[in-house]
């Protein structure tokens, strides 16, 4: 796995979009950029995956920079339920062992 | 179930006793993963299976720990002579096929050791 670089902590306004970045310098052709997310004493949970192409789903955006060095996850409209910790992962697509790091801890504000 | 379902979600034991941990993957997935979280770390990837196989059980931290998924489905990972520094949320996961990276995880079994 490609090592990703997150900042420990962010905030965002409720309502507002939340901005997650990842830094993935070392990243290889053939390994996708997946985001997860843990809510407090659950489990972690899939958010999106993406290669090269920015990505949309129900829950977030993924913008991948051209040189893939680098990706933002977006939270369109952050509730309070979007508090969490949320984890940048680098990895070939067929890999077995997906390797968390410490991620950024989002705080949703009222 | 739904969902991955791990038993018990809470384990008190005291050092030097042997502890097992039960995984119920979502039906029909052939993969199942075991990851151990720290507080206030990510998680870290234990063991993978691909059906009954232990296909990749390099993150096993020594041989006190075992798991085994003898038909395909419900897994139990098995921690011998526990020691206070087992002390974490053990944490399973499932996909419907091995690799592409979308894994269903349980909420996890917090084991505490004495």
């Known amino acids: 796995d490609a090592k990703t670089t997150q900042p420990t902590s962010m905030d965002c306004a409720e309502g507002r979009a939340a901005n997650l970045p990842c830094n993935h310098s070392?990243?290889?052709?053939?390994?996708?950029v997946y985001w997860y997310r843990q809510i407090h004493s659950q489990g972690p949970q899939y958010i999106i995956h993406g290669l090269k192409n920015n990505e949309t789903n129900e829950m977030a955006s993924l913008i991948i920079t051209e040189d893939r060095k680098s990706s933002t996850l977006i939270l369109p409209h952050a509730t309070l339920r979007d508090t969490a910790v949320y984890y940048c992962i680098a990895t070939e697509y067929n890999n077995n062992d997906m390797r968390f790091g410490a991620g950024t801890r989002l705080t949703v504000k009222p | 179930g739904a969902g991955v379902s791990q038993t018990p979600s809470n384990k008190v034991t005291e050092k030097g006793k042997y502890v097992e941990l039960r995984c119920d993957p979502i039906s029909g997935h052939t993969a199942l993963y075991w990851y151990r979280q720290s507080l206030g770390q990510g998680p870290e990837f234990l063991i993978y299976f691909q059906g009954t196989g232990a296909a990749d059980d390099s993150g096993l931290p020594n041989d006190r720990f075992f798991a085994v998924r003898p038909e395909g489905s419900v897994s139990t990972l098995k921690i011998q002579r526990t020691e206070r520094g087992d002390s974490a949320v053990y944490l399973c996961?499932?996909?419907?096929?091995?690799?592409?990276?979308?894994?269903?995880f349980g909420e996890g079994s917090r084991l505490t050791v004495l």
């Open positions: 070392t990243i290889s052709g053939n390994e996708y």
């Open positions: 996961a499932s996909s419907l096929i091995a690799g592409g990276g979308e894994l269903f």
